[in-house]
């Protein structure tokens, strides 16, 4: 077909899970609860009172999940480790029959010719170490280290890509600012310590994984790409802060050893008054690595705003006197996202610009979108807006890279429908469609086409 963009010899194509959204099985064979156990079955924090303790049953019907990343020719599968499943309070014994679960899911895909790619941490946190601070705290930083040790040590041989956390802006953001993620706070301060807290995690990560002999350690950050609403010096202003909250609070320190210089503009007393900070963190947050992972979805425009909350002592650190706003003129996906390819470009290439002498090489670990799918009489499920999502987006992908930017890989999020956290399972990301209430899989069109386009790249 014509309308495939080429990559070259080498290109990883892959497709992307995370441990809380398609397991279930939370309390089977020694799991401990998570963070997001306990926030799904508070009542009102997630749509439908839905939760994970079902999902997609991938805990006992992996096998068949592994026939179908083999049927549809990707060469890694990047999945995430439940940390609760392995040490099921967050610190002190560690559960052999979780590391077994892993264990057999890296054979099975090893036996199929796809090489593991393993996320340490996808929002799980063990719900004990939340109850001792979470990540505002540094010790939850340090039982990271220690549960990224025993991981790798167990798996490091069976496993050449690993990822130290996925999106951390969420964890410390969603989860302890705005609180629309577990484990639900709001908080200013707190929110400012957890995302220290987690690069802390990152680097002592690393060197576990240093320590254990791992071909490849990497963090993936979800890097926004933010447009001003007008050319005002207002919304320009806007633009910055945005890009410190969502970017550079993370690349800055992962690549370039230090903290944003518009981070005093961005959070003022918040981050003055920090006390979290050690001599010596820089370093350890900033160890090379052989990779980074972007995931991407969708643009945001921003405009100026006012700070919501006028008690300074009260505002969260994410009231940082911007407002989203709509971008004009483009569709959305069920989320209510903007579909515009160019920007994916754009940010890759801009990301080059800014970090080309220190920016490792790029793997886009998660990129899809949520659509309302269509199921014919026959069973088969039409997603034509996945598609071409999927189509412009690796097309966007591909020009990034004939600008220069070197891109080793892509995962497609996400190979099952599965649940979406707040959103529960109201919004769909799979190119494989699952019926919840029988667990059968059904790939979509835009299964069989991804398929064929990585079928192409072969011939």
Known sequence: MTDFPSFPPGFVFGAATASYQIEGAVQEDGRGPSIWDTYSHTPGLVANGDTGDVACDHYH?????????????????????????????????????????????????????????????????????????????????????EYAAVVAEHLGGRVPRWITLNEPWCSAFLGYSVGRHAPGAREGHGALAAAHHLLVGHGLAVQALRAAGVREAGITLNLDHHLPATRSPADEAAVTRADTLHNHVWAEPILRGRYPATEEDTWGALITAQNFRRDGDLELISQPLDFLGINYYRPIVVADAPHRESDPARRVATDNRYEEVPMPDVRRTAMGWAVAPHTFTDLLVEL????????????????????????????????????????????????????????????????????????????????????????????????????????????
Do not use: C
């Open 352 to 459: 080059k610009e800014q970090y080309g002498d220190v920016l490792p090489p790029v793997h886009i670990t998660e990129n899809g979108s949520a659509e309302d799918d269509e199921t014919s009489p026959d069973g088969a499920v039409h997603d034509h807006d996945r598609v071409a999502y999927l189509r412009d987006h690796l097309t966007a992908l591909r020009a990034a890279m004939d600008a220069g930017v070197d891109v080793r890989g892509y995962y497609v999020w996400s190979l099952l429908d599965n649940f979406e956290w707040a959103f529960g399972y109201d919004k769909r990301f799979g190119i494989v469609h699952v019926d919840y209430a029988t667990q059968r899989r059904t790939p979509k069109d835009s299964y069989h086409w991804y398929r064929s386009l990585i079928a192409a790249q072969r011939r």
């Open 61 to 145: 019907r992996y096998p068949q999940d592994v026939a179908l990343l083999r049927e549809l020719g990707v060469g890694s599968y990047r999945f995430s480790i439940a940390w609760p499943r392995i040490v099921p309070d967050g610190s002190g014994p560690v559960n052999a029959k979780g590391l077994d679960f892993y264990s057999r899911l890296a054979d099975e895909l090893l036996a199929a010719g796809i090489e593991p790619a393993v996320t340490l941490y996808h929002w799980d946190l063990p719900q004990a170490l939340e109850d001792d601070g979470g990540w505002r705290v540094r010790a939850t930083a340090e039982r990271f280290g």
